[in-house]
T-cell receptor, first 113, second 114 residues
Framework: QKEVEQNSGPLSVPEGAIASLNCTYS??????FFWYRQYSGKSPELIMS????GDKEDGRFTAQLNKASQYVSLLIRDSQPSDSATYLC?????????????FGQGTTLQVKP | DAGVTQSPTHLIKTRGQQVTLRCSPK?????VSWYQQALGQGPQFIFQ???????QRGNFPDRFSGHQFPNYSSELNVNALLLGDSALYLC?????????????FGPGTRLTVL
C-alpha cells in the first residue's frame, strides 16, 4: 500500500464546473497536509495547507480533511482552463516544523473550455 | 522578496560522473529539503538540512550527499551517476519553528544522465 494515494486521472471537467481531487494516506500519525499544483515542465507550487479536520477555503479552492477516514480533498470552484495541471497531495507526519513531505503521484486535471 | 533559487537549470552528464546542484532558500528560511522527481511521479524526499546538519534522510544511497552553508544555502552532490538518476531535482525551503512545515519549491534542476 502506498503511503499517499491519488487517482492519476486525467480528471476532465468543463470550464466553470467544480473539480474534486481526492487523496488518501496510510499513516494515522500524519499531522499536516498540503496541496501543490504543478504545471507541465515546472516545479510544484503550494496552493493549500490544512492541519485540522474540516474545511479550509482560500478563494476558489477548498481543502477538506477527515483524519478518521485518512482522507484529504481539494475542491476547485469555477474551474478555468488555467487550472489545468497536475495536483500533488503531500503529507507530513511531524507536528513540528521538520521532516519530509510524502507525495502522492498526482492527479492530472484538464479543464475544457 | 526573492524566492527559492536553484542552479543550474539543466545539466547533462554521463554515467559515472559526479554532479553538484545548488540551492538558495527563500529569504527568512533556514531549512532546505531536497527531492527527486521522476517523470510522472511525485517528488521523493532525499534529505533535509537545518543548522548545517543533515536532519533527516530518505531512502537514497550514500552516493547522494549534501551540505548546508552558514548562509542557509545548500548543495546536493551525486557521485557515480547512473542512468536512473535522470530526474528533476527540487529544492524546497522552509522555516523551522514557524508554522507547520510549509515547504516552497525552487524551479528545479533537470539532470539527464547519458
Amino acid at each position: 500500500q502506498k503511503e499517499v494515494e491519488q487517482n492519476s486521472g486525467p480528471l476532465s471537467v468543463p470550464e466553470g464546473a467544480i473539480a474534486s481531487l481526492n487523496c488518501t494516506y496510510s499513516d494515522r500519525g500524519s499531522q499536516s497536509f498540503f496541496w501543490y499544483r504543478q504545471y507541465s515542465g515546472k516545479s510544484p507550487e503550494l496552493i493549500m495547507s490544512i492541519y485540522s479536520n474540516g474545511d479550509k477555503e482560500d478563494g476558489r479552492f477548498t481543502a477538506q480533511l477527515n483524519k478518521a477516514s485518512q482522507y484529504v480533498s481539494l475542491l476547485i470552484r469555477d474551474s478555468q482552463p488555467s487550472d489545468s495541471a497536475t495536483y500533488l497531495c503531500a503529507v507530513n507526519r511531524a507536528s513540528s516544523n521538520t521532516g519530509k513531505l510524502i507525495f502522492g503521484q498526482g492527479t492530472t486535471l484538464q479543464v475544457k473550455p | 522578496d526573492a524566492g527559492v533559487t536553484q542552479s543550474p537549470t539543466h545539466l547533462i552528464k554521463t554515467r559515472g560522473q559526479q554532479v553538484t546542484l545548488r540551492c538558495s532558500p527563500k529569504s527568512g528560511h533556514d531549512t532546505v529539503s531536497w527531492y527527486q522527481q521522476a517523470l510522472g511521479q511525485g517528488p521523493q524526499f532525499i534529505f533535509q538540512y537545518y543548522e548545517e546538519e543533515e536532519r533527516q534522510r530518505g531512502n537514497f544511497p550514500d552516493r547522494f550527499s549534501g551540505h548546508q552553508f552558514p548562509n542557509y544555502s545548500s548543495e546536493l552532490n551525486v557521485n557515480a551517476l547512473l542512468l536512473g538518476d535522470s530526474a528533476l531535482y527540487l529544492c524546497a525551503s522552509s522555516s523551522t519553528g514557524r508554522g507547520y512545515n510549509e515547504q516552497f519549491f525552487g524551479p528545479g534542476t533537470r539532470l539527464t544522465v547519458l
